[in-house]
């Protein structure tokens, strides 16, 4: 016979843990995205792994894969301050960082901040801009500082930078110096989607009911500027055991003694390429890494930051083919 008297024993939930919580973020900015750009899921997690670790990131893609779209929707899924810069041979470095302006008034000169100053930029088509311009990005993306008319500036503490670049025009366009390719933490590929996600995007797309082409679909925001930060404290206390640090390393060493490269990956990218490893195990809800980790982000973290022989050049062998062969070779700790 039951007792009516009796309180319930059912034990309370536990509480989410840190790792659980940004796995659930990542699933639904997955799903978040999808809602508009179709079939790039793995783009948008480890962009989300940039942002977690204050990594910039480097989209190349055929136009018309939805680049900038893809840019535009996170920011407003994150809903963090975010600003866009078209990049445009006229261009010039304080229409980025800034410029002083004199104010009659005060008689003196006032900084007049330039859209670099904000959380989330997208510097679209960044290789059409002249090596001097795409330069007035360097301080800014290493040391979130500007310095004009010989003063500091500092940019936000979130401040990350997404470019994107077309791989096939030539003309009208300078490719990225090395001393900037390397301050990118990944280099993605933005690909065309599979034949029933570009169905979906006919779909989507191809009829508007508004002139808004997010058409209402964005509702509500997953994570503010409050959260990225608590997630990026989280993220510093993933653990990485001693031999999943030793098979980055190996990794990396293989980059410098494989003959199809002429330049191999230094220490900051396999440091990187490690501190990025913690935050992708956080995104599936692990608070410890795994060989996969690394393995899953090798290409995006070293395809831009090694650099082929004439040998390979000739033979089309690609960076990710050997990156491929690398990742084959290296012995995957149990």
């Known amino acids: 016979m039951t007792d009516l008297g009796t309180p319930s024993t059912t034990p309370a939930p536990e509480p989410e843990s840190v790792e659980r919580r940004i796995g659930r973020f990542a699933n639904a900015l997955e799903s978040g995205v999808d809602r508009i750009v179709r079939g790039q899921p793995g783009v948008v997690r480890h962009t989300l792994v940039a942002l977690l670790v204050g990594g910039h990131v480097l989209l190349e893609g055929n136009p018309g894969t939805a680049k900038t779209l893809l840019v535009r929707t996170l920011g407003k899924l994150c809903t ?12 010039m470095p304080s229409d980025i960082t800034g410029t002083s302006i004199f104010r009659p008034d005060k008689a003196n000169f006032e900084f007049r901040q330039g859209p670099v100053f904000t959380q989330l930029l997208l510097a679209d088509e960044i290789n059409r801009a002249p090596a001097r311009t795409q330069a007035a990005l360097l301080q800014a993306m290493q040391e979130k500082t500007v310095t004009a008319d010989g003063q500091d500036y500092p940019l936000s503490e979130l401040f990350t930078v997404i470019a994107t670049q077309n791989p096939l025009e030539n003309e009208g366009t300078y490719p990225l110096p090395e001393a900037e390719l390397d301050r990118f933490l990944f280099k993605l590929i933005v690909d065309y989607p599979a034949e029933n996600d570009e169905l ?11 002139s808004d082409e997010f058409g209402g679909l964005i509702q509500g925001h997953l994570f503010g500027a409050a959260e990225l930060m608590a997630m990026r404290k ?7 055991r001693p031999e999943i640090a030793n098979y980055t390393l190996q990794m990396i060493r293989q980059t410098r003694e494989h003959p199809f490269l002429l330049a191999g990956a230094s220490t900051r990218a396999g440091v990187m390429l490690l501190r990025a490893a913690r935050a992708l195990a956080a995104t599936y809800g692990r608070n410890f890494v795994v060989p996969d980790d690394v393995r899953e982000l090798a290409p995006a973290a070293l395809r831009h930051r090694i650099y082929r022989t004439a040998a390979a050049e000739l033979e089309g062998t690609s960076t990710d083919t050997i990156l491929q062969d690398i990742v084959a070779r290296v012995p995957v700790p149990r």
């Open 80 to 91: 963090l301050e975010f600003r866009r810069i078209q990049f445009t041979p006229d261009l």
């Open 200 to 210: 979906e995007i006919f779909k989507l797309h191809g009829a508007p009911k508004t």
């Open 234 to 240: 989280a993220v510093l206390r993933v653990d990485v």
